[in-house]
């Protein structure tokens, strides 16, 4: 990839269409989160590490990789700032360079039979190439 | 009355109680539900990533079958409702012009004219109305709780979906009060069951799901109506997996609901597709 961590923020920022800037630290994100301590880290940290250019920290982590898309954040955000855009843009970044993080040929386990094919769907288009 | 109606693919296999009792309240109500014909998967969930044209494709092209012979599109599912009017709201928005564009110019399908994507709940409330449905209940729902669970999918983000009061919906729950059930108030009508996370990470969702279980029972709830095939799958399933019989909450579609009210008969009730079977607990209340 090669880039530096502002190029790699800018980016994110354009696939997102959200200023990392705008963000405050109020931590409303974080509270209102309902995988809560699971996520690591939680939106307003995830946001914190962009703004110091921790960028590839951030894309390392766990945390993007748990986002439910319920857009809990978003709503109760006082400056406006979506965070479930910014952690699928920083997705798209990781996916981009072909590594899935669940894979459709190994995930489906007998106690899986009765997923909704709804769940399936989602999760292949948020996690995997 | 005839209206456009597009199932979605859980409709069609997974959530076929959903959808069976969709239909059949519908006809009760005097309104045929007519399929969109050769639909496809609108993609479950809502790509945003700015470039990401491809995602848009998918349900970009049933709102462009759909306008080839209406203006007005309705669901079931939760999930179809969000990603429609989000692909619609993401279409229509004036600096995505030439994303437009792109879009529509690569589909065969022409877009004839705006759809209006609705759900069923929009319909009962305002196309019927709660009058007319009062009239029909055959079944009253009395000294039923009921919480009605309506997820993330049907209020957020809630500058484009603008469904009802994002924070505290009440569609649900007058629709529970016309059935002559009592709804019950609880914090997390909108809190997130886990959704597609229990593909990879089933305890992460788990534990979301009994969070909304838990909270319901806390207020009263003898029972959870959900308006979404994952939402569904989720509430029951973590239940059956973690809950001792004598402290499970079922939960319905609401369309399960309204068909028992309306007094379809059980065959059409789909009860043998729940994960967490009610039919006990309806004789129990007199209600089969």
């Known amino acids: ?129 | 009355m005839r209206l456009l109606y597009y199932p979605g693919c859980t409709l069609y296999s997974k959530a076929q109680n959903l959808d069976r009792c969709g239909r059949k309240t519908a006809e009760r109500l005097g309104v045929t539900l007519d399929e969109l014909p050769s639909w496809n998967c609108c993609g479950a969930i809502f790509n945003t990533g700015s470039d990401d044209l491809a995602g848009q494709v998918g349900p970009v092209r049933v709102l462009a079958k759909a306008s080839q012979l209406g203006d007005k599109l309705v669901t079931l599912c939760a999930a179809c409702y969000n990603v429609l009017k989000r692909a619609r709201a993401r279409l229509d928005a004036p600096g995505n012009k030439l994303e437009r564009q792109r879009i529509v110019e690569f589909l065969d399908e022409k877009m004839e004219r705006d759809v209006k994507v609705v759900h069923y709940l929009e319909v009962l409330k305002q196309d019927i109305g709660w009058e007319a449905i009062r009239s029909r209940v055959v079944m009253p729902l009395h000294n039923l709780k009921v919480a009605s669970y309506y997820g993330c999918l049907m209020v957020r983000p809630r500058e484009v979906l603008d469904f009802d009061d994002p924070d505290n919906p009440m569609v649900m729950d007058e629709l529970v009060a016309t059935l002559g059930g009592e709804p019950v108030r609880f914090e997390f009508k909108t809190e997130c069951c886990g959704g597609y996370l229990v593909v990879n990470r089933r305890e992460v969702a788990e534990g979301c799901s009994m969070r909304v279980v838990d909270n319901a029972r806390n207020w009263g709830a003898e029972l959870i109506v959900t308006t979404c095939p994952l939402c569904q799958y989720n509430l029951e399933i973590a239940q059956k997996r973690g809950r001792a019989e004598a402290q499970i909450v079922p939960v319905l579609y609401f369309t399960q609901l309204l068909g028992l009210a309306l007094g379809l008969p059980q065959k059409d009730l789909g009860f043998e597709d729940n994960k967490l079977d009610p039919v006990g607990f309806l004789k129990e209340k007199g209600l089969l």
């Open chain 1, 1 to 129: 990839m090669n880039r530096t961590p502002e190029e790699m923020v800018r980016e994110i920022e354009i696939l997102s269409g959200q200023r990392i800037a705008d963000c405050y630290q109020c931590g409303c994100c974080s509270a209102g989160c309902p995988i809560g301590t699971a996520m690591e880290p939680p939106p307003s940290k995830a946001i914190r590490l962009l703004q110091l250019g921790r960028v590839e920290e951030l894309l390392e982590s766990e945390g993007i990789w748990l986002c439910a898309s319920c857009l809990v954040c978003g709503t109760r955000c006082p400056r406006g700032v979506d965070y479930a855009r910014i952690a699928e843009a920083c997705r798209l970044l990781v996916l981009r360079t072909k590594r899935s993080v669940v894979d459709p040929d190994v995930v489906v386990p007998a106690d899986l039979e009765d997923v909704p094919q709804q769940a399936f769907i989602a999760s292949f288009r948020k996690f995997s190439v």
